[in-house]
């Protein structure tokens, strides 16, 4: 069987390319991505900014703490958090690619609402 998370992200493209119509982005972001979202709304928490920004950053704990001006154990602490709550395996390079688009659509979301 095969998951159709996996292939969001070319279905995306697919779907780009045949449409000449506005596509609500939001429906090709990473199930587990849009509940880290949903999480942070209900608990008060930073781990979607903080996730958005370690995959921006190359997975490196240093540049996002500087980008982010926290403690490097600060962000390390919640990267462990996030791959534990939300069964997110970062170190797996689909997972890692499908959480970064989905954090580039989310932050695009993020920004029409401001305007």
Do not use: G, P
């Amino acid at each position: 069987m095969i998951e159709y998370e996996k292939f969001k992200f070319i279905d995306m493209v697919y779907i780009a390319s045949k449409r000449t119509t506005k596509i609500d982005l939001k429906q090709f972001v990473s199930r587990k991505v849009l509940n880290i979202w949903e999480y942070d709304k209900a608990n008060d928490t930073n781990y979607f900014s903080t996730l958005s920004t370690y995959v921006s950053c190359n997975c490196s704990i240093i540049n996002t703490s500087a980008k982010m001006f926290v403690h490097k154990n600060t962000v390390s602490y919640r990267i462990d958090r996030i791959e534990e709550i939300f069964k997110l395996d970062l170190s797996d390079e689909e997972v890692l690619f499908s959480t970064f688009y989905s954090c580039e659509i989310m932050k695009y979301y993020q920004e029409i609402k401001k305007q």
